[in-house]
């Protein structure tokens, strides 16, 4: 079973600023997926980021990184550079061997101009 | 090209109707998904699918029935509609037993009056 949470359901960013939104999450699999995926006002799931548990370094997509800190079962995604197309609803979803996506409640991101 | 496809993207009906809504993926993945968003924006796993294995949420009522005709497609089935099921439904596809992320479609409103 899995477990992801969101502790921010919003969250504000001046334009050019930088944010991170928080997520931790908790699996009882050994192997497994983490992501960060945006739901803009248009509905569509965009995915961000993703990082795989295996893996130390942490992901990195241009504006957007993640602090992956596996001990702590924690993954938070900082956005760099804010820009006003980086409003949305962010969700981290886990995956575990099935690929079944777990989400949390999600975080309503404005930026403001 | 899109590459997962929902249809329709509104769906209005009355209590104890049945419909469907469709999915189509030309992606070649070998896995498609349900996934249902509320009214709160919280998404969650209904099905998971691939030509070898069926996988249901133990949570997800037995009016809810996906058909998959081939790899590229997995209808949703809902017989008796009630006004909980409204929702938006979301069809994702995935390459199971990879590390790819699930790609989405654009979500069916479902609204049931």
């Known amino acids: 079973a899995q477990t992801v949470t969101q502790s921010q359901p919003e969250m504000s960013v001046q334009e050019a600023e930088t944010v991170t939104l928080s997520c931790t999450y908790d699996?009882?699999?050994?192997?497994?997926?983490l992501f960060w995926y945006k739901q803009p006002p248009s509905r569509q799931m965009i995915l961000v980021i993703r990082q795989e548990a295996y893996k130390q370094q942490n992901a990195t997509e241009n504006r957007f990184s993640v602090n992956f800190q596996k001990a702590a079962k924690s993954f938070s995604l900082k956005i760099s550079d804010s820009q006003l197309g980086d409003a949305a609803m962010y969700f981290c979803p886990v995956a575990g061997s099935a690929r079944q996506l777990t989400f949390g409640s999600g975080t309503q991101l404005t930026v403001l101009p | 090209d899109t590459a997962v496809s929902q249809t329709p993207k509104y769906l209005v009906t009355q209590m104890g109707n049945d419909k469907s809504i469709k999915c189509e993926q030309n992606l070649g993945h070998d896995t498609m998904y349900w996934y249902k968003q509320d009214s709160k924006k919280f998404l969650k796993i209904m099905f998971s699918y691939n030509n070898k294995e069926l996988i249901i949420n133990e949570t997800v009522p037995n009016r809810f029935s996906p058909k998959s005709p081939d790899k590229a497609h997995l209808n949703l089935h809902i017989n008796s509609l009630e006004l909980g099921d409204s929702a938006v439904y979301f069809c994702?596809?995935?390459?199971?037993?990879?590390?790819?992320?699930?790609?989405f479609g654009q979500g069916t409103r479902l609204t049931v009056v």
């Open positions: 994702a596809s995935s390459l199971q037993g990879t590390d790819t992320e699930a790609f």
């Open positions: 699996t009882s699999e050994s192997d497994y997926y």
